[in-house]
């Protein structure tokens, strides 16, 4: 059950990845100052090009529709294919396609660029009749007698074809390098993906597991005592208020509490935790010092995460906790005269908990999306707003591999959280 | 039909405050959505000039003209959400603006926080009622599926389950044409084809005497689910929403769609698992009913309590992500205000107390609401049992 998920999620951060509406071999090649204008460019382009696999199929089988034209083969360079994939986008007929290219091709060089790089086959006659003197007449009328019969071959009728591409692909390659751990550079700034996962993870793991502490510490008490005692007055009183916490938007609960006591703008006493600050990570300081340096910047953060958990967790313990003093195995407990601490302690306690161990690790997915608000908002150089920057800046290099990362990561502690409880109650077993 | 109903709600609405009043905000709110262009809007309803009586409301232009109406029945709130007003910007609550009081003040740009909040609400229902109609068909009709016939349910053989592999891939393909080329008959004719092959192909096939295995439907379907579970779901919306380069609120809908339909799908299938075992199913199935009649007439209605309990909670969930997206600033269209845009802002400016109060009020409300009502079904049920 651990691999075909791990499979699947791998899947689906690939095709995701192929899906981004910008070319990122165009984003690489200007962040090294190659831009289409340049001379070089359209070799540069076809060198990178093969080098990130993107000459190769997509997965092991594809399902194309039968005018599809597979431009990938390096026999054609940036140019052509773009031009080739614009035409077939605009379902004309694969034969009409190659005898258009096959008479461009006989023109000399800059032209011909210029003829291909041409929108659609409007623009193209537009060109033909601009660059006359250059062309061969024979030739240029040829192409316009073409292009004048172009709605003769558009193609109404399509279907799919499967074609199976064997282990030549650009999944397969890219899987390996994942199992390698090399997930390509960022297109902002050419930093190793890992890298830049690396750095940012830890500031999502101590703000993660501070949380996790913190709201255990406090809604562990909360939840055993409303758990013995319920319906007393402090239970009501929590339940109703822990309920309400549900709805409170973290963004929210952030927002007005920026705004109301990091600034001096309501009265001095209100400027208690210090304005969000700027976070460097050029990794220049280390993990250590910056934290020793700028811990209070974490305060804030950790009381909006830590209360709506408390409010999920108390909540949690206390039907837990309730659903097991009611078993019979309790009031054999009581007969027996055992005092209603040891009770607590010896008996209700270890067996709720086990499934308070899979709540827990269900939370987790759950906590690391709103860790990603609270660090976008807190300025917090973790996972979360690496995510929300790539998005932001199209660094699509940096987007998938961060889901994978997460999809792998949550993959396995819930594969560890199955391990945990089977090991504490051994009626379960694992399938 | 209204006695039905009535009674719909007494059952499953206990004489409880809390519930009573969540129904009433909710209801409001729905009310404000549905009306929004009537309560918030810089041109009157219904006005009187020389020309005669007019409709301004439904007018497409934004420019404000001078009509010299003589008689008009002017919206609550005098403004639009776009309307920029940059000489009346960051107003506090109550002030005067060209139009009218600001009621809730203005933002940055100088529009009105109340018009804003009023649009936020019909984005916000707009949102959730697409996703959650879309993800509870969607997902009830899998769910139901999956519980009713399991693994073993659905008996083909081998050539039968190839042909339904094939015809799924085939599906898939054209209902992404259908997306692209938009409806036509040289798009719709493969697919009614491809379902004529499938009924036909599949009555042929079983004239074959071959051994016959489960269809795997069930297996399948929990492998997205332990995706779905594994993944933080604001992690893959972002994922996908960054990938659509004009985002409308449909696109945005159909992306939480995507998700959300596993939810329900997820509890379908784990009460139409219990429902199948009981006797009164087996007895409907002894009297000749087909498997399909016992889905809709038996399974569906007993499931449907729990279903409602789903849909309160996924309501509340949908509002949440539509405005920690819209807070966040990615997937929304540009020219919509919703609350989580209004949230945003106020973090830029610390002086404007009211463009964080106010539209986290109303996401809060709504959220608490909807929670409320979840939870009394859900007790109500528990106890019920």
């Known amino acids: 059950m651990f691999f075909p998920t791990l499979l699947l999620v791998s899947c689906l951060t690939f095709f995701l990845s192929k899906q981004v509406p910008a070319d990122q071999v165009d984003m690489l090649l200007s962040i090294q100052g190659i831009d289409d204008s340049s001379d070089s460019y359209v070799t540069e382009y076809d060198a990178l090009y093969e080098k990130m696999n993107l000459h190769l199929p997509e997965f092991y089988f594809s399902v194309v529709p039968n005018y599809h034209m597979d431009t990938r083969n390096s026999e054609f360079n940036h140019i052509e294919r773009l031009f080739i994939s614009r035409l077939s986008r605009k379902k004309y007929s694969k034969t009409y396609i190659s005898n258009l290219f096959e008479k461009i091709k006989e023109a000399s060089g800059t032209i011909k660029n210029r003829l291909l790089n041409s929108i659609d086959l409007n623009q193209l006659k537009e060109k033909l009749r601009a660059f006359d003197a250059q062309l061969d007449p024979a030739q240029k009328s040829a192409l316009i007698t073409l292009i004048d019969q172009k709605d003769n071959y558009r193609i109404k009728w399509h279907y799919p074809i499967i074609r199976f591409n064997g282990l030549q692909n650009q999944y397969h390659k890219w899987a390996l390098n994942v199992l390698r751990g090399e997930f390509g550079v960022s297109l902002l700034d050419t930093r190793p993906v890992t890298d830049k996962l690396w750095d940012a993870m830890k500031w999502s793991v101590v703000l993660l597991t501070l949380n996790l502490l913190f709201s255990l510490l406090i809604a562990f008490p909360i939840g055993v005592y409303n758990g013995v005692n319920p319906n007393s007055t402090f239970d009501k009183a929590s339940n109703g208020f822990l309920f309400s916490f549900f709805a409170i938007p973290k963004f929210w609960l952030a927002t007005l509490m920026i705004i109301f006591f990091t600034t001096a703008e309501y009265g001095s006493w209100t400027n208690i935790f210090p304005s969000v600050g700027r976070w460097y990570t050029d990794g220049a300081e280390g993990f250590l010092s910056m934290i020793s340096k700028s811990w209070t910047q974490l305060i804030l953060p950790l009381i909006i995460l830590t209360i709506p958990d408390v409010a999920y967790l108390s909540r949690l313990i206390r039907s837990n906790v309730q659903e097991e003093s009611n078993k019979e195995y309790i009031k054999t407990a009581q007969s027996k005269g055992l005092s209603l601490k040891r009770i607590t302690t010896r008996h209700i306690l270890p067996n709720s908990l086990i499934p308070a161990i899979t709540l827990l690790v269900g939370v987790l997915p759950g906590a690391i999306a709103s860790a990603l608000v609270i660090e976008v908002i807190f300025n917090i150089p973790g996972i979360g707003r690496l995510m929300h920057t790539s998005i932001l800046n199209a660094d699509w290099a940096m987007v998938y591999p961060i889901v994978l990362i997460i999809g792998i990561l949550a993959v396995i502690l819930f594969l560890l959280g199955d391990i945990v409880i089977a090991f504490l109650n051994p009626k379960i077993k694992l399938g | ?385």
């Open chain 2, 1 to 385: 039909m209204m006695k039905r109903i009535k009674r719909f709600f007494r059952k499953y609405l206990p004489s409880s405050i809390s519930g009573k009043v969540s129904v009433v905000l909710l209801l409001a709110w729905v009310f404000v959505a549905i009306l929004s262009p009537f309560i918030a809007n810089n041109k009157p309803i219904i006005a009187k000039n020389s020309e005669g009586w007019s409709m301004p409301v439904w007018s497409k232009s934004d420019v404000i003209e001078t009509h010299n109406y003589t008689f008009s029945i002017d919206p609550l709130i005098p403004y639009r959400f776009n309307d920029l007003d940059l000489g009346n910007s960051l107003q506090p609550p109550l002030s005067d603006g060209k139009n009218g009081i600001h009621l809730l003040g203005t933002d940055k740009l100088g529009r009105d926080i109340a018009a804003g909040m009023i649009n936020g609400a019909r984005v916000a229902f707009v949102v959730v009622f697409f996703v959650i109609s879309f993800s509870a068909v969607f997902g009830i009709f899998v769910g139901m599926m999956i519980g009713y016939y399991g693994d073993s349910g659905i008996r083909k053989n081998i050539f039968q389950q190839l042909l339904i592999a094939l015809l799924f891939i085939y599906l898939i393909y054209f209902s992404s044409h259908l997306l692209s080329d938009g409806l036509s008959i040289s798009t719709l004719l493969p697919i009614l084809i491809l379902f004529g092959i499938g009924y036909f192909g599949n009555r042929l096939l079983a004239r074959l005497s071959i051994k016959r295995y489960g269809l795997p439907i069930d297996i399948i379907v929990q492998r997205l689910f332990e995706i779905n579970e594994s993944l933080p779901g604001l992690f893959i919306i972002l994922a996908f929403i960054a990938i659509i380069t004009n985002s409308t609120l449909l696109s945005i809908s159909l992306i939480m769609t995507f998700l959300l339909w596993m939810t329900f799908a997820r509890h379908a299938r784990a009460e139409a698992l219990q429902i199948k075992e009981e006797a009164y199913i087996a007895s409907a199935r002894a009297s000749g009913m087909t498997d399909m009649m016992l889905m809709v007439r038996h399974i569906l209605p007993n499931a449907l309590p729990s279903l409602l309990v789903v849909t309160a909670f996924a309501c509340s969930g949908v509002i949440l992500l539509e405005s920690t997206l819209s807070f966040l600033g990615i997937g929304l269209p540009l020219e919509e205000i919703s609350w989580g845009k209004i949230l945003s802002e106020a973090r830029k400016t610390p002086k404007a107390w009211w463009l964080a109060v106010f539209p986290g009020m109303a996401i809060f409300v709504i959220l608490y609401s909807f929670n409320t009502l979840g939870d009394i079904m859900a007790t109500y049920q528990r106890n019920q049992n």
